[in-house]
């Protein structure tokens, strides 16, 4: 079975810096998906950005990056030039070819950024 | 246009009574799922529809019902509502199992009271 840790509960930032959240994983499966998404404070989750298992190069939108390091089971999501609005909490999640789709999440991390 | 919608964006029910959410996508996605979210915990995938096959997961098999009459709506259905129930329940879709398509996107969800 598949599990995704996120250790960091809560971070702080002041608005125009670049903040990392981690998130950790486990699998067996050697072909896998990894997401992150985020809750605004209506309740609604968004699809920010992934990573494909097979792919070396980090993926990048806008201002989300992921730092993918297969050999760690790692999957860090950086967002640069933060802004109030990224206040928010993003959850790290992943699936695998044959999970019937469902996708594993992890416990969330709240960030939050101050002007 | 990635809009998954969903009614009633709140309800309040009284124990023992049924419940019956509504969900729609107008994105010809194959897959439609529904998610249990309560505070400071990750969403908790319940069941999912692939095309018209129903898949539920162990543990909330006997608790939860869905039906799925055309490629656009599908419903969540509570038999008997148990204060346990009340939840923020997400409803999001995908456009397939296989290949890449693994994002889901997410509706507003429902807050579902139970009292």
């Known amino acids: 079975a598949q599990k995704v840790t996120q250790t960091q509960t809560s971070i702080s930032v002041v608005e125009k810096t670049t903040v990392t959240m981690d998130c950790v994983y486990e699998?067996?499966?050697?072909?896998?998906?990894l997401f992150w998404y985020k809750q605004t404070a209506s309740g609604e989750i968004v699809f920010l950005i992934r990573q494909d298992s097979y792919k070396k190069e980090n993926a990048t939108v806008g201002h989300y990056s992921l730092n993918f390091q297969k050999p760690k089971s790692s999957i860090g999501l950086i967002i640069t030039a933060t802004q109030i609005e990224d206040s928010a909490v993003y959850f790290c999640?992943?699936?695998?070819?044959?999970?019937?789709?469902?996708?594993?999440f992890g416990g969330g991390t709240r960030l939050t950024v101050r002007p | 246009d990635t809009t998954v919608k969903q009614n009633p964006r709140y309800k309040l029910a009284r124990v023992g009574k049924p419940v019956n959410l509504i969900c729609s996508q107008t994105?010809?996605?194959?897959?439609m799922y529904w998610y249990q979210k309560k505070p400071n915990q990750a969403p908790k995938l319940l069941l999912f529809y692939y095309d018209k096959i129903l898949n539920r997961e162990a543990d909330t098999f006997e608790k939860f019902q869905s039906s799925r009459p055309n490629n656009s709506f599908c419903s969540l259905y509570i038999g008997s509502a148990g204060l346990e129930y009340s939840a923020m329940y997400l409803c999001?879709?995908?456009?397939?199992?296989?290949?890449?398509?693994?994002?889901?996107?997410f509706g507003p969800g429902t807050r579902l009271t139970v009292l």
């Open positions: 999640a992943m699936t695998i070819n044959n999970a019937g789709a469902k996708l594993t």
């Open positions: 699998t067996r499966d050697s072909s896998y998906f």
């Open positions: 999001a879709s995908s456009p397939g199992l296989g290949g890449s398509s693994y994002e889901q996107y």
């Open positions: 994105m010809n996605h194959d897959t």
